[in-house]
């Protein structure tokens, strides 16, 4: 019996700043989604296994939707993140002079919310939800 493929009420968004290089941009989006994955469970998977039984580790279920936008507009969904309460994993630009994930934590802590130079958000929630957190940014080309 073939399975339909599902469609899901729930989105994951990436939004990364615009001025980022490639490098950055490919590190931050990771970092990002590692959070979501490990905090809100219903966002992963099945494992794989190939046609000879070799395992592999489960992914997200659903697609992971890339934007970009402005400094402003960053700020601007990171608010809307709080104030929808969605489940949420921010990147700064601090995090990018740390080496490890203790002074990672050390640095985020430091900053008051206001006042995070944030360079990527990933957010996970109702579509809707989700639309209006990123609306400003666009599709990462």
Known sequence: MDEQPLRFDTKIAVLLR???APWQRL?????LVSGLGSQVPEVIGAPYEDAD????LPMFRQPVLVFEATKE????AHTRTLTRAL???IFTADLFSTGNDTDNRAAVRAVPTADLDLVGLAVYGPKGGVDKVVKGARMHP
């Open 53 to 56: 039984g070799i395992a592999y």
């Open 73 to 76: 507009v960053l700020k601007a």
């Open 18 to 20: 615009a001025d980022l």
């Open 27 to 31: 590190n931050v989006t990771s970092f």
């Open 87 to 89: 489940p949420r994993a």
